[in-house]
């Protein structure tokens, strides 16, 4: 069965501070990784998308890696600011068509002054 | 939220009753989706439609109906609602054929949240 693990399920970390995210796969096939920031009360919000020849890739002061062998990704924020409160998705998907998605269940963040 | 808008955005319900949750775009993407968001749960696809009047089931289809009459409308249908019903559904949108991209991304509307008693 296709399963997407985050760690930890959820997270405090101060102001200013680095934190990583973690994602392990078993999805397969493989065609694209994707991680989504998630504020309370909206919908999903893209931040990357990774396909299978990319290890790395960042927007703004997020970092997303991807390992394909061992399917573990990882998303690094840097500098965290109070507005990074938020859950963030790994999801994988087995196809470019993007219409067979697998989520995984989240990780809480907490950002405090 | 990418020209997505969802309809109605909370609702309480009672076991046994129809609920019909509407999803409007005005992107004119293909793909239209719908999941549902619980506690404990990724998001889990309900039902897809990759054109007019072409839909196809999710992983969680049991229970629930969806029609595509036009582009920009897609309807999710609870024909009896159950207390198992009770979540937050999003409604999702994408895609293909734009340059330079050779995957899918989908955008999510705000959600509808519904309680059933």
Known sequence: KNQVEQSPQSLIILEGKNCTLQCNYTVSPFSNLRWYKQDTGRGPVSLTIMTFSENTKSNGRYTATLDADTKQSSLHITASQLSDSASYICVVSVNNAGNMLTFGGGTRLMVKP | ?117
């Open chain 2, 1 to 117: 939220d990418a020209g997505i808008t969802q309809s109605p955005r909370h609702k309480v319900t009672e076991t046994g009753t129809p609920v019909t949750l509407r999803c409007h775009q005005t992107e004119n993407h293909r793909y239209m989706y719908w999941y549902r968001q619980d506690p404990g749960h990724g998001l889990r696809l309900i039902h897809y439609s990759y054109g007019v009047k072409d839909t196809d089931k999710g992983e969680v289809s049991d229970g629930y109906s969806v029609s595509r009459s036009k582009t920009e409308d897609f309807l999710l249908t609870l024909e009896s609602a159950t207390s198992s019903q009770t979540s937050v559904y999003f409604c999702a949108i994408s895609d293909l054929g734009l340059a330079g991209v050779t995957y899918n991304e989908q955008f999510f509307g705000p959600g509808t949240r519904l309680t059933v008693l």
